[in-house]
């Protein structure tokens, strides 16, 4: 069994900044690609963020420059770091993680519960 929390979300103004953690606990194998997802009220999930075991990232265009993903594979935590958040950054947040659990052969995708993100003034 595999859990993943996450925590940081909130009610930020525009301009600011805001850090989100998942953490990911239970029977690991090993963790592979990880990254962050968002869904805005009407609109479809998309991937803003995603980093693999290597360390290779990539970033929706609209994030680039304003946002960082990164790993703690010690801690088998990601983050995203969100800075110049913008309203239309405004989303409940996911993170999405590939893990090989402790006895499987294969791995699988694991989903964060979601946290919200509102950029308001």
């Known amino acids: 069994q595999v859990q993943l929390v996450e925590s940081g979300g909130g009610l930020v103004q525009p301009g600011g900044s805001l850090r989100l953690s998942c953490a990911i606990s239970?029977?690991?194998?090993?963790?592979?690609?990880m990254g962050w997802y968002r869904q805005a009220p009407g609109k479809q999930r998309e991937l803003v963020a995603g980093?693999?075991?290597?360390?290779?990232?990539n970033y929706l265009d609209s994030v680039k420059g304003r946002f960082t993903i990164s790993r703690d594979n010690a801690k088998n935590t990601v983050y995203l770091q969100m800075n110049s958040l913008k309203p239309e950054d405004t989303a409940v947040y996911y993170c999405?993680?590939?893990?090989?659990?402790?006895?499987?052969?294969?791995?699988?995708?694991?989903w964060g519960q979601g946290t919200q993100v509102t950029v308001s003034s």
């Open positions: 999405n993680v590939e893990v090989r659990p402790i006895g499987w052969d294969t791995s699988r995708v694991y």
């Open positions: 239970g029977s690991i194998f090993r963790l592979t690609a």
């Open positions: 980093i693999n075991g290597g360390g290779s990232t």
